[in-house]
């Protein structure tokens, strides 16, 4: 039950990456790119969520999938938010450009937790969430405004 558990919070904590990227519409191009990218890692986080939860049945082809999603979405972090640009529904606080090295590494920690997580069954997949909602929690932490 303790690994159920962990995986709710965990799918919790994703889902609130997406939430994020949905919020208020931006209009500035890189904003419009940082968002989706989020969108990109919520929606993988969400596939691999439902399946460790039960809530989805495993499928290893889509959880490879969510999973190679993940790591190409973690792998465009620095170019997509290497412009500081501003737009009201931008979501960053400005420690991300200040902080630069360290913003890196944490997306380097996303994709690092990605690239090791087993999809070959609901179990595994679950195990290893907790370390990819750690790195998301990390980041959001110290970079993403809270609303």
């Given at each position: 039950m303790k690994s159920f558990?962990?995986?709710v919070l965990v799918s919790a904590l994703l889902?609130?990456?997406a939430a994020f990227a949905a919020g208020?519409?931006?209009t500035d191009p890189d904003v419009?790119?940082?968002?989706?990218l989020m969108k990109t890692i919520g929606g993988a986080a969400k596939t691999l969520g439902g399946m460790a939860s039960g809530e989805a049945a495993h499928d290893a082809a889509a959880a490879e999938a969510a999973k190679q999603a993940m790591i190409a979405a973690a792998a465009e972090i620095e170019a997509k938010f290497t412009n500081n640009a501003t737009d009201p529904a931008s979501e960053s606080k400005p420690e991300v450009w200040t902080n630069w090295d360290d913003f890196l590494a944490k997306g380097k920690a996303l994709s690092d937790a990605a690239a090791?997580?087993?999809v070959a069954?609901?179990?595994?997949?679950?195990?290893?969430?907790?370390a990819i909602g750690g790195t998301c929690k990390a980041c959001h932490s110290d970079y993403r405004v809270q609303k």
């Open positions: 558990a962990k995986t889902f609130s990456g208020t519409a931006a419009i790119a940082r968002k989706d090791a997580l087993d069954s609901a179990e595994s997949i679950g195990a290893g969430m907790g």
